[in-house]
């Protein structure tokens, strides 16, 4: 009965406290306003590809290990995507070292993207079971780093071939298997290949058929002939990230090729709610100064979910 009554005092007291600090929010003008703001769901969130400042990373001024501190400082974005590329180790006390450096600074890492590491629809079976194997280690890094993907390319393939989109589907089956232990998603960017067709990524994705294997659309990369707009929206359902490619932007903050306000309607009327990453490569502008500005652009379409 005294532990009984105990709980029930605390409980109590939690109570007054709480209902006391929103009667103090509600006094203080501009407090409950800053505190709903906070903790309002938007209807996405927005990432930084690190592949943004990849000139920066190869000239040598910035270390991917110092990623999350520009994220925080530089651009106040709570997420941000890997390059493999740019990993100076994959051993596990970098990763948690990295995974530290993200933590400090109240940074996600949300997934791995993955380059260099064979043609997974090779027309060769030991080349694609290589492929697969090659990926292997950077699910075992997401896993660490608490990604929720790794991103892959499809290898190669004419639009429309059935056995090259066959063989992609039997690569990311197994790849798929080798995640699921860590439900890590396999997922695949438009960047090359199949991929960059539409008709044949789908293909791929019914073939595999397993809810940890998707799609990264980028509103770029596509080929001359493809409608960027129809090929996003046939890879929205099977999305579960998103690049926000950017080159250059006009004197009112708007993207000179892509028009987002289309393209950010297909994404949010597909009922995406997760990440968007800004992937700057333009030339104009400084790689801080194209994020910032893709940053303002993609905040105008933020809204409660």
Not at 195 to 215: I, Q, R, Y
Not at 237 to 251: I, N, Q, R, T
Request: charged fraction near 25%; proline fraction near 4%; hydrophobic fraction near 40%.
């Amino acid at each position: 009965m005294a532990t009984e009554g105990l709980s029930r005092r605390m409980f109590l007291a939690r109570t007054v406290r709480a209902t006391a600090g929103i009667a103090v929010a509600q006094s203080v003008p501009g407090l409950a306003g800053a505190s709903q703001e906070r903790t309002m769901k938007k209807s996405f969130e927005i990432s930084l590809a690190a592949w943004s400042v990849h000139k920066l990373f190869y000239a040598g001024k910035l270390k991917q290990i110092d990623m999350p501190k520009l994220c925080r400082q530089e651009f106040d974005i709570s997420g941000l995507e890997l390059v493999n590329s740019f990993f100076p180790s994959p051993q596990y006390g970098y990763c948690k070292s990295l995974l530290k450096r993200a933590a400090d600074h109240g940074v996600k890492i949300l997934l791995i993207m993955c380059d260099g590491e064979g043609d997974m629809a090779h027309p060769d079976k030991g080349e694609r079971r290589q492929a697969v194997r090659n990926h292997r280690k950077w699910i075992d890094v997401a896993a660490v780093l608490g990604c929720h993907s790794i991103r892959c390319n499809s290898g190669s393939g004419k639009p429309g071939d059935a056995d090259a989109i066959a063989r992609c589907a039997e690569s990311f089956a197994e790849l798929v298997e080798y995640a699921r232990g860590d439900k890590i998603n396999v997922i695949i960017e438009n960047h090359g290949g199949l991929s960059s067709h539409p008709e044949s990524l789908v293909a791929v994705m019914k073939k595999v058929n397993d809810p940890l294997f998707g799609t990264l659309p980028d509103f770029g990369n596509f080929p001359d002939g493809v409608d960027r707009y129809e090929a996003v929206g046939a890879m929205m359902p099977y999305a579960k990230a998103v690049s926000a490619k950017c080159y250059d932007f006009d004197a009112e903050g708007d993207e000179t090729r892509i028009d987002y306000t289309k393209m950010m309607r297909i994404v949010l009327d597909s009922g995406y709610r997760g990440w968007v990453g800004i992937e700057y490569e333009g030339n104009r502008m400084t790689e801080l100064e194209g994020v910032k500005a893709c940053k303002k652009l993609l905040e105008r379409f933020q809204r409660p979910a």
